[in-house]
């Protein structure tokens, strides 16, 4: 039988052939943590008389939860981060570069890679078609440390995508569809493997989208067999030269394959507490909101800024409501600048913000009052998540977290666009 | 022996050491005070060195932060029991040297005393007068976790010794 995706990357950082269910050690080609679980990271090294990187170049590590600080804590441990990576070599992406995830795809991680990050989220890199999963921070260290770590080569699912998707319905929107209907932990220890000819039409941006939901199933990784799109994404961050093929084996054997036709998806929100609980547009009623938020390692790229100020161009955000806009990466923020993205978002009265996470982990930038209720095109919308238990969170794309500011209330994207 | 505290399904990270104390992170004492804060406000409170964090389906999910088993262990927790976990919370327990055991906890209740056979794969509510069978961890696990932690581990053998 031949090799899925996940079984093919593995086997070549362990120098056999692997199928599913083998626990291996793997050789690791890129490490990440980022300000909330870097800081740990650094203290297990200390404690395992290790403060070394086995590949410094492709060690990251990230100021980009809490940056720019909002307390001397978080202050005491940026400056952790960045005594270690002087002292190591490794790489430091500071405040104002942005989120982990878009600038471990812009600048470090090519097709066939083996990433491991200390952050959930890690999974996004699958897009590029790497291996990239979440760890915890001690797993993470010692994998900076020895350049390798331990892994069961995961069982894997087939999601295959055909057709087009309908207007005003996005890959944010897909990707909720799907955890709606395989649950929360519906892929739990198993990777997911995306494709199918929707997949192949989407951009890079749709399809980060895509692989960095994965682990909001449960799943270990959410890989996209590379291609032109790939590279073509590559090339525009000048690194056309990493670009390989990796693609599965027209017979590698899945766990089972879930068919999706793309016409049928509609527009999709996640309900409060929980991912998995979704719902079309249409099967909703009146629902008031306090606060949007667009950004995230979800949805902060380029062109869902531009779709958010295609519909908010020339109006105003509704009285009632708080719009803030964080650009994913300082290249995000810069493109969006520069072709008047931002120009039109900030006339519409949005608040914009420094590459980061910004409000999406309730640490500073939008916490969220008792009672509120925001409406956010991040991935996660876990009671508590912005800040306050005592809060409500609906996930969903960017084109109706727009529309919503516009009225106040979620709304369909397709009335307005 | 020691007491059963039971929670729901979908207990996730931010439940456990919410985002609004990111600050604490580096200061697990302090943290661990407030730890599973927004699921039950009086756990830490409660939580008597020994006791059981009881769960329903996908104890963990969400985000990767070590600190949450580090902080239910560091309150005295001696294992988490749950229908199923959530993948990187499950290794992480591992790490930090927290059992974690995968078991039909319908059958427990909240206040329950309880006793497990880690290597024997048996739970024993003493309160219900029942004995629940779980699976062992992976042997890999078990590795790690009998060696007190991923850090002891690799302290103990240099390498992955697996
Ligand atoms: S943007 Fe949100 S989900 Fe993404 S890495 Fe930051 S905190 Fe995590």
Redesign the pocket.
């Known amino acids: 039988m031949g090799q899925t995706l996940a079984e093919k990357i593995i086997s070549t950082h362990c120098k056999r052939s692997v199928t599913a269910g083998e626990i291996v050690v793997v050789n690791v080609d890129v490490c990440l943590t980022?300000d909330g679980t870097g800081p740990l990271a650094i203290s297990q090294l200390k404690e395992l008389d290790m403060e070394i990187a086995k590949n410094p170049k492709k060690t990251v590590l990230f100021i980009?939860?809490a940056a720019p600080s909002s307390k001397k804590e978080l202050s005491n441990d940026h400056i952790k981060l960045r005594d270690f990576a002087k002292k190591t070599g490794c790489m430091l992406s500071d405040i104002g570069e942005g989120?982990?995830?878009q600038v471990i795809n812009e600048s470090y991680v090519k097709p066939g890679d083996i990433l491991i990050g200390a952050?959930?989220?890690t999974c996004t890199g699958g897009a590029l078609c790497a291996f990239s999963t979440g760890m915890g921070s001690t797993d993470v260290a010692v994998g900076i440390a020895l350049g390798k770590t331990w892994m069961r080569v995961p069982e894997t699912i087939q999601i295959r995508v055909t057709g087009k998707l309908q207007k005003s319905v996005y890959a944010k929107d897909l990707i909720l569809h799907i955890i709606g209907l395989i649950g929360a932990d519906g892929a739990t220890y198993k990777a997911l493997e995306f494709s199918g000819d929707t997949i192949e039409g989407m951009s890079m941006s749709e399809r980060l989208t895509l692989s960095?939901m994965a682990v909001e199933a449960g799943a270990k990784a959410g890989l996209i067999a590379s291609d032109e799109k790939t590279r073509e994404f590559l090339k525009e961050n000048r690194r056309e030269d990493d670009y390989a093929r990796v693609a599965p084996d027209d017979d590698a054997g899945y766990e089972r394959t879930i068919e999706i036709d793309a016409g049928s998806v509609r527009p999709t929100i996640s309900f409060p507490h929980t991912v998995d609980n979704v719902k079309t547009i249409d099967e909703i009623k009146d629902i008031k909101i306090d606060q949007v938020f667009i950004?995230?390692?979800?949805n902060?790229r380029a062109d869902d800024l531009r779709i958010a100020a295609q519909i908010l161009c020339r109006k105003h955000i509704h009285k009632d409501v708080r719009l803030i806009v964080v650009p994913?990466s300082k290249k995000v923020y810069l493109d969006a600048i520069r072709d008047g993205t931002i120009e039109m978002l900030v006339e519409a009265g949005a608040c914009v913000m420094a590459p980061?996470?910004?409000a999406?982990?309730g640490v500073h930038e939008g916490v969220l009052g008792d009672g509120e209720s925001c409406l956010s095109t991040?991935?996660?919308n876990f009671r508590g998540r912005m800040g306050n238990p005592n809060a409500e969170i609906y996930l969903a794309s960017p084109a109706c977290a727009a529309a919503t500011a516009l009225s106040g209330r979620i709304t369909d994207p397709r009335e307005v666009l | 022996m020691g007491k059963a505290h039971k929670f729901g399904d979908d207990i996730s990270t931010d439940l456990i050491a919410p985002?609004r104390l990111f600050h604490l992170r580096s200061n697990l004492p302090e943290l661990a005070k407030h730890v599973l804060e927004d699921a039950d406000p009086d756990f830490a409170k409660k939580v008597k060195k020994g006791d059981f964090v009881v769960a329903g389906r996908n104890f963990g999910l969400g985000?990767s932060r070590e600190h949450a088993p580090a902080i239910i262990k560091l309150a005295g927790v001696k294992a988490v029991i749950a229908k199923s976990f959530a993948r990187i919370f499950y290794r992480n327990a591992i790490n930090v040297g927290l059992p974690v055991v995968m078991c039909d906890t319908d059958k427990i209740d909240d206040s329950d005393e309880l006793e497990i056979k880690l290597e024997r794969g048996i739970l024993i509510d003493k309160t219900r007068g029942i004995e629940l069978d779980f699976p062992a961890l992976p042997k890999v696990m078990m590795t790690i976790l009998n060696d007190g932690g991923l850090v002891a581990h690799i302290k103990k053998h240099g390498d992955f010794c697996l």
Do not use: F
Not at chain 1, 295 to 298: R, S, Y
């Open positions: 980022q980009d939860h989120v982990c995830h952050d959930s989220h960095n950004g995230t390692c979800t902060g994913a980061g996470c910004g999406c982990l991040q991935n996660r | 985002g985000s």
